[in-house]
Structure formats: structure tokens, C-alpha cells
């Protein structure tokens, strides 16, 4: 080819075979120079065939924001579990809103731009007294920032959602007969009759070294497996393109210098980059270093002695992992716990002498004897005895005795008879609301699971990681 074109570049078919060849190399560089990040992918959430971008994660974060107080906007910001439960609202949200849209595209739902029109005439934002005024429209975009197609395009997915998803939100009539059963179970009382055994009150001796290792052979204390590693990291502020590629290429560097025989610290010193070895690394538990986070310790704990990581990318710069060391998990020396073992030893002989106490007055209360500090109560499903006592009340039935344990206790339960509450209008009215709520709640998650299972959704981990991941 080369050689017809060099032997032929006078020719008029040549000139135009080799401009295309031109155009082509020079047209596919200067792209990727042109766009640069912005061709690059910015799908958060895969459902079905349609995506949703980061951008719309923003725009709903920011608007969730919004509606919190100002306590709660801070406690997003420095609590982490608050962070977190913001960030699975919003993706929440975002995936429910995109399953509801694909399926009005499914059914072929359509809404005319006429509706869209007359949804912002009647929207009381844009009005004064009732009548649509334009001078409002517009003085809400300028403040928003966004273009009378934005708000087209919010109010048609608000209509489509609400035309797939519109039937799952009315409430289901409850019969009667199933108000009166949920009253009659949350309000009955049960007559019932209960003796405590605590474990405190029965004394026991310091333990002898063969009853320690005897109980060590049962109870061993593990040492659960560790990792020394180390890791060389480029910063770089991924988020802008020109650092990203600048902090790649520097990461690529020390990536073939690690590769061609170098040591990591080698490789980290003639680059500038940060060179660090952390002792111990437990399964499972966070580490104090602060580019360890939790999915690269997960990474690390898959890989096996003496070998590194490929290049990874974080949200603040690149770095490549290695395991020096493994330490399996094992069972620890007993000279070296045999201190801790004491009062787990004493406890388990307290609850022995306790078990047997218990078992001598369920005994006795089965024969109809007397047991001492036996407890009459008439109790609720939420009040009367501890808890553990009003589980044993109401899942047993008139005439049942039992022995359940609580911690440091147990108890000898006996249960008696049954008496149904007298019957209140507004509480059963307030029942029937909840009842009808949660038929809409089981009806909206069936939904939402066929929906899922009509339009798989898929997190886009490596932009989850790198834009919202803490």
C-alpha cells in the first residue's frame, strides 16, 4: 500500500487516499487532545440500557441538601455514616427515578409539549392571584441557572414517573377482621408469673492453671490474620484532567521501573513519590493509615506474599500496593491471654450454678410447689418485665414454662391467662392507617424488585470510587 502510494503520489486517487490517512491519524490524536476528561466516561448508574450521570448525582445531592437544616448539612459533611446514608438516598432515588422512566418508555407513554405548557402556567411558583406570570419564569431560571428546556425536561420525567409508578401509591383497603386481629395482638395483656437468677449471685473461686487451659481449649482467643505491606502514592487531584494525566504518566513511570526489577522504594525516591510500609494490616479492621482505605485493604487481603498491585487510581492521586508479609490467622499462646481468660472462666461457672438454680424452680413451678421470689405480672408486648420475659409471654401459649436467658440472668417464666383490650376507635383507626401504608410500602418494593429484574442496575464502581467513595 505504502509503496503504490509512494510510486503513485501524483496520481489524483492517491493524493485523496492519503489525505484520508492523514485526517484520520491527526483527526483521532487531536481528539483525544481537544476533549481530553470530557471524553471520558461520567455513567455513575447503569439501569437497563439507559444511564444515570454524575452530574444528576450532584444535582440531586445538592437539592437533598437543601431541604436539611443547617445541623444536618454539617453532620453530612463531617459524620461519616450521615455521609454515607446521604449518598444511598440520592443513588436511591436516582435509580427509582430511571427504572419508573424506562418502563413509561416501555409502555409508550408519551407527554406533549402542550401538557409540559400548561404544567408551568398552573404552577403556583410562576404565579400571582392565581394567573401565570412570565416575568416569574424567567426571573427563576436566571436565579437557577438552568433553561426553559431543563424545566421541560424535569416536569415530563416527573409526569412519566408518576404515569409507571402512580398506581403503586394508593392505598390499599384493609378489612376489618385484619384491623381487629393486629389490634388484638399489639394491645392484649398476658397474666404471667416470673422468677429471676442472676449469675452475680453465685461466688466462685479463682481458677487453677489446668482449669484455665481446660476452658482455653473451648473458648480460644484468635489472632485474626495480618498483613505487612507497603505502597508507593502519587498525588494528584484526579478530578482535573491535566493533574490526572500528569499523575498517571508519573505512576506509569514507576510502574515499569517495579516492573524491569526495581524496588518500590527505589522507583518512589527517583520520581518524588511517597514511599510508606505499614507494620500491620488486620482483615476487616481500618487502618490508620489514610490511603488504606477499606476497598485496598480488601485488595490486599486477595493478593498473596511478595506481590504487588497493578496501577490503581484513587480520588486524590495513584497507587500501587504490596504484601511483604503474611501472618495466618491463629490461636494466640495461652501465657499470653491466660490473664483475660479469668472472668469469661468465672462467668461460665456462675451461669452453671445459675442454669441449675433456674432448672430446680422450673421444676418445682411445673409441680405446682412453691418457688420463691416468684413475680405476678400482667404484661403488654412492650411493658410489665424485661424483654426477653415478654418475648417468652407472647410466643408461648396459656399454660407454657420456660427458661430463658438474658445476659447475666435467667429467667424462670411462667405464662398465664390472656386478656384482649377493650376496643378504642382512634387507636384502631390509627391502626388501619399504618396497615394501609405498609400494604402500599410491600406493594411499591415488589415493584421496584420487578422493575430491577426488567432493568438490571450496576453501580459504575470506577467513577463510585473515584468521585463519591470516602
Same mark, same amino acid.
Given at each position: 500500500?505504502?509503496?503504490?502510494?509512494?510510486?503513485?503520489?501524483?496520481?489524483?486517487?492517491?493524493?485523496?487516499?492519503?489525505?484520508?490517512?492523514?485526517?484520520?491519524?491527526?483527526?483521532?490524536?487531536?481528539?483525544?487532545?481537544?476533549?481530553?476528561?470530557?471524553?471520558?466516561?461520567?455513567?455513575?448508574?447503569?439501569?437497563?440500557?439507559?444511564?444515570?450521570?454524575?452530574?444528576?448525582?450532584?444535582?440531586?445531592?445538592?437539592?437533598?441538601?437543601?431541604?436539611?437544616?443547617?445541623?444536618?448539612?454539617?453532620?453530612?459533611?463531617?459524620?461519616?455514616? #450521615?455521609?454515607?446514608?446521604?449518598?444511598?438516598?440520592?443513588?436511591?432515588?436516582?435509580?427509582?427515578?430511571?427504572?419508573?422512566?424506562?418502563?413509561?418508555?416501555?409502555?409508550?407513554?408519551?407527554?406533549?409539549? #402542550?401538557?409540559?405548557?400548561?404544567?408551568?402556567?398552573?404552577?403556583?411558583?410562576?404565579?400571582?392571584?392565581?394567573?401565570?406570570?412570565?416575568?416569574?419564569?424567567?426571573?427563576?431560571?436566571?436565579?437557577?441557572?438552568?433553561?426553559?428546556?431543563?424545566?421541560?425536561?424535569?416536569?415530563?420525567?416527573?409526569?412519566?414517573?408518576?404515569?409507571?409508578?402512580?398506581?403503586?401509591?394508593?392505598?390499599?383497603?384493609?378489612?376489618?377482621?385484619?384491623?381487629?386481629?393486629?389490634?388484638?395482638?399489639?394491645?392484649?395483656?398476658?397474666?404471667?408469673?416470673?422468677?429471676?437468677?442472676?449469675?452475680?449471685?453465685?461466688?466462685?473461686?479463682?481458677?487453677?492453671?489446668?482449669?484455665?487451659?481446660?476452658?482455653?481449649?473451648?473458648?480460644?482467643?484468635?489472632?485474626?490474620?495480618?498483613?505487612?505491606?507497603?505502597?508507593?502514592?502519587?498525588?494528584?487531584?484526579?478530578?482535573?484532567?491535566?493533574?490526572?494525566?500528569?499523575?498517571?504518566?508519573?505512576?506509569?513511570?514507576?510502574?515499569?521501573?517495579?516492573?524491569?526489577?526495581?524496588?518500590?522504594?527505589?522507583?518512589?525516591?527517583?520520581?518524588?513519590?511517597?514511599?510508606?510500609?505499614?507494620?500491620?494490616?488486620?482483615?476487616?479492621?481500618?487502618?490508620?493509615?489514610?490511603?488504606?482505605?477499606?476497598?485496598?485493604?480488601?485488595?490486599?487481603?486477595?493478593?498473596?506474599?511478595?506481590?504487588?498491585?497493578?496501577?490503581?487510581?484513587?480520588?486524590?492521586?495513584?497507587?500501587?500496593?504490596?504484601?511483604?508479609?503474611?501472618?495466618?490467622?491463629?490461636?494466640?499462646?495461652?501465657?499470653?491471654?491466660?490473664?483475660?481468660?479469668?472472668?469469661?472462666?468465672?462467668?461460665?461457672?456462675?451461669?452453671?450454678?445459675?442454669?441449675?438454680?433456674?432448672?430446680?424452680?422450673?421444676?418445682?413451678?411445673?409441680?405446682?410447689?412453691?418457688?420463691?421470689?416468684?413475680?405476678?405480672?400482667?404484661?403488654?408486648?412492650?411493658?410489665?418485665?424485661?424483654?426477653?420475659?415478654?418475648?417468652?409471654?407472647?410466643?408461648?401459649?396459656?399454660?407454657?414454662?420456660?427458661?430463658?436467658?438474658?445476659?447475666?440472668?435467667?429467667?424462670?417464666?411462667?405464662?398465664?391467662?390472656?386478656?384482649?383490650?377493650?376496643?378504642?376507635?382512634?387507636?384502631?383507626?390509627?391502626?388501619? #392507617?399504618?396497615?394501609?401504608?405498609?400494604?402500599?410500602?410491600?406493594?411499591?418494593?415488589?415493584?421496584?424488585?420487578?422493575?430491577?429484574?426488567?432493568?438490571?442496575?450496576?453501580?459504575?464502581?470506577?467513577?463510585?470510587?473515584?468521585?463519591?467513595?470516602?
Amino acid at each position: 500500500m505504502l509503496e503504490y502510494l509512494r510510486n503513485a503520489a501524483d496520481k489524483p486517487l492517491a493524493k485523496v487516499l492519503m489525505f484520508i490517512l492523514i485526517f484520520s491519524f491527526v483527526g483521532w490524536g487531536a481528539a483525544e487532545w481537544i476533549f481530553g476528561g470530557a471524553a471520558r466516561d461520567t455513567t455513575l448508574i447503569h439501569v437497563g440500557d439507559a444511564d444515570v450521570s454524575l452530574q444528576q448525582f450532584n444535582n440531586e445531592r445538592s437539592q437533598q441538601l437543601a431541604s436539611m437544616s443547617k445541623e444536618e448539612q454539617r453532620a453530612s459533611y463531617t459524620d461519616p455514616a #450521615k455521609a454515607d446514608a446521604l449518598t444511598k438516598s440520592v443513588i436511591s432515588k436516582l435509580t427509582t427515578n430511571q427504572l419508573a422512566l424506562n418502563r413509561a418508555k416501555d409502555l409508550g407513554f408519551v407527554v406533549s409539549d #402542550k401538557r409540559i405548557a400548561e404544567e408551568i402556567k398552573t404552577h403556583p411558583q410562576f404565579q400571582v392571584n392565581g394567573q401565570f406570570q412570565p416575568w416569574l419564569f424567567d426571573m427563576v431560571l436566571q436565579n437557577s441557572g438552568l433553561t426553559e428546556q431543563d424545566i421541560a425536561n424535569s416536569l415530563r420525567g416527573d409526569i412519566l414517573r408518576n404515569m409507571a409508578l402512580g398506581a403503586t401509591n394508593v392505598a390499599m383497603s384493609v378489612p376489618q377482621f385484619a384491623v381487629d386481629a393486629a389490634y388484638n395482638a399489639r394491645y392484649a395483656k398476658r397474666a404471667i408469673k416470673y422468677s429471676t437468677v442472676k449469675f452475680a449471685d453465685y461466688k466462685v473461686k479463682d481458677p487453677t492453671d489446668e482449669q484455665l487451659k481446660t476452658y482455653y481449649a473451648t473458648h480460644p482467643v484468635v489472632v485474626p490474620e495480618t498483613r505487612s505491606v507497603s505502597y508507593v502514592f502519587v498525588a494528584s487531584d484526579n478530578s482535573k484532567p491535566d493533574a490526572y494525566d500528569a499523575g498517571y504518566k508519573k505512576m506509569q513511570e514507576i510502574e515499569d521501573m517495579i516492573i524491569s526489577g526495581d524496588s518500590m522504594k527505589t522507583a518512589a525516591d527517583k520520581h518524588k513519590a511517597k514511599y510508606v510500609k505499614v507494620a500491620k494490616v488486620v482483615r476487616g479492621e481500618k487502618s490508620s493509615d489514610k490511603v488504606l482505605n477499606a476497598d485496598l485493604i480488601a485488595k490486599l487481603f486477595a493478593m498473596e506474599s511478595g506481590t504487588e498491585s497493578e496501577l490503581i487510581e484513587l480520588k486524590d492521586g495513584f497507587v500501587i500496593v504490596r504484601v511483604d508479609e503474611v501472618i495466618a490467622e491463629h490461636n494466640a499462646e495461652f501465657k499470653d491471654v491466660k490473664k483475660t481468660l479469668v472472668a469469661g472462666w468465672k462467668k461460665g461457672e456462675q451461669r452453671k450454678q445459675a442454669y441449675e438454680k433456674a432448672n430446680e424452680k422450673l421444676i418445682a413451678l411445673k409441680k405446682g410447689d412453691t418457688v420463691r421470689n416468684l413475680k405476678d405480672a400482667n404484661v403488654s408486648r412492650t411493658e410489665g418485665a424485661p424483654l426477653v420475659v415478654l418475648n417468652a409471654a407472647f410466643a408461648g401459649k396459656q399454660g407454657d414454662n420456660s427458661i430463658v436467658e438474658d445476659g447475666d440472668a435467667f429467667y424462670v417464666v411462667s405464662v398465664g391467662k390472656n386478656t384482649l383490650p377493650a376496643s378504642d376507635k382512634a387507636k384502631k383507626d390509627s391502626l388501619r #392507617k399504618e396497615l394501609e401504608k405498609m400494604s402500599t410500602h410491600f406493594i411499591q418494593e415488589d415493584y421496584t424488585r420487578f422493575l430491577k429484574q426488567e432493568y438490571p442496575v450496576k453501580i459504575n464502581e470506577r467513577n463510585y470510587d473515584k468521585f463519591i467513595a470516602k
